[in-house]
């Protein structure tokens, strides 16, 4: 379902891994995050899940929260599929990321 979402792709010349953010158009933190990103040159996709309609809005959530048995904060980053990076902390991005 996750797969299957209009992302925007971001392009970088530093690839750490592959990279999706789940963020909110009106999130300051996540508009820091997707800054981060960009300043360090870092390929990564992303959607504003706040932009969905309500269903999916909730799908989306769902999805991420069962696949991570975690409760959903933004920005929320998948890493490789399998890891992830929740709320915007520079210092732990920075060691994840850089």
């Not at 392009?11 to 800054?35: H, Q, W, Y």
């Not at 300043?39 to 992303?46: A, C, W």
């Not at 999805?63 to 975690?70: G, I, P, R, Y």
Request: net charge negative; charged share 30%.
């Amino acid at each position: 379902m996750l797969e299957s979402l209009d992302y925007i792709d971001e392009d970088g010349s530093n690839v750490p891994c592959e990279i999706t953010v789940f963020a909110l158009s009106t999130c300051g933190f996540c508009k820091r995050s997707l800054m981060f990103l960009r300043d360090n040159h870092i390929r990564f996709k992303y959607i504003y899940v706040d932009l969905l309609d309500m269903e999916l809005k909730e799908k989306v959530k769902s999805a991420l929260s069962d696949k991570f048995t975690t409760r959903i904060g933004f920005p929320f980053a998948v890493l490789n599929g399998n890891e992830y990076l929740r709320g915007f902390n520079q210092e732990e991005w920075a060691k994840k990321l850089l």
